[in-house]
């Protein structure tokens, strides 16, 4: 599948279990903080093909739920496939503006570089409160693409971080709202956290990031010059590579 500008886009389901695979310190992180124990149920809004449900239904065991929401009928058939033998777990078609629960359904309810998508995060984290328990806790992980770092050419970084938050991501720099979005939904914040794992392998970071793909995009666009994009990545390629993105990680509570 190709975009607007002619790139071809990567398998949705296959780049973010790439991601899952690369991520694990921060998201043992986010796993840690949502407190999971045996009896407990957690929605994980957003789970694409399921790449973190495994290690909830581990938390929780066979007396607890673990549910999947996804929007997308592709990844809830894939997560589904995935887990069609742990009872525990249930994977949902819906959308996280108007979630197919009753209200304080959960204990837990997290979200992972979902929010940046959606289109009206203060809606969806509304629709979380609603369905959490009085004291329920979320745990959110979104990253600031503007806060894209890697070492080289700084001004084509930040062209290309400029490009990416303009066009290629919904809510770009969610992460650093996700504290005052929360608060207006009604929940307590706890505590906001960051993680920047860094990244020395360019074809794996190539994967998560998409360089290369973008960097086309955005000469076809005009945002980056041709000759410049391409003696970027060749450098990025070649060279002595690091790129870290900053994540954020998000406590906080419905209240009792």
């Known amino acids: 599948m190709a975009n607007a500008l002619g790139v071809p886009s990567p398998d949705k389901a296959a780049y973010m279990d790439t991601v899952a695979a690369v991520a694990g310190d921060y998201k043992r992180r ?47 058939a894939a997560a589904s496939t995935r887990f069609h033998d742990r009872p525990q777990v249930e994977v949902v078609l819906g959308d996280g503006h108007a979630l197919p629960f009753e209200d304080a359904t959960f204990h837990r309810a997290r979200m992972d570089r979902a929010l940046q998508h959606v289109a009206d995060p203060g809606a969806v984290l509304a629709e979380l409160l609603r369905v959490l328990e009085p004291g329920g806790l979320l745990r959110v992980g979104e990253p600031d693409w503007d806060s894209l770092v890697v ?28 504290a005052r979005l929360a608060r207006a939904a009604g929940f307590e914040v706890g505590a906001v ?10 074809a794996q970071a190539d994967e998560v990031f998409v360089f290369t793909r973008n960097t086309e995009r955005a000469i076809r666009a005009g945002a980056i010059d041709r000759a410049t994009g391409e003696r970027w990545l060749a450098d990025l390629a070649t060279g002595d590579f690091l790129a870290t993105p900053l994540v954020f990680l998000l406590s906080a509570r419905k209240p009792l």
């Not at 239904?57 to 997308?72: L, P, Q």
């Open 193 to 202: 956290e960051t993680a920047a794992p860094v990244f020395h392998d360019f």
């Open 30 to 76: 986010l796993l840690d903080l949502l407190d999971l124990r045996p009896d407990l149920s957690v929605l994980d809004l957003g789970c694409g093909p399921g790449a973190d449900l495994a290690s909830m239904a581990d938390a929780v065991t066979e007396s607890g739920r673990v549910v999947g929401v996804d929007i997308d009928e592709r990844m809830v």
């Open 151 to 178: 070492d080289g050419d700084l001004e084509v970084n930040r062209a290309f971080n400029r490009f990416v938050c303009s066009t290629m991501v919904r809510n770009a720099t969610i992460g650093r709202q996700l």
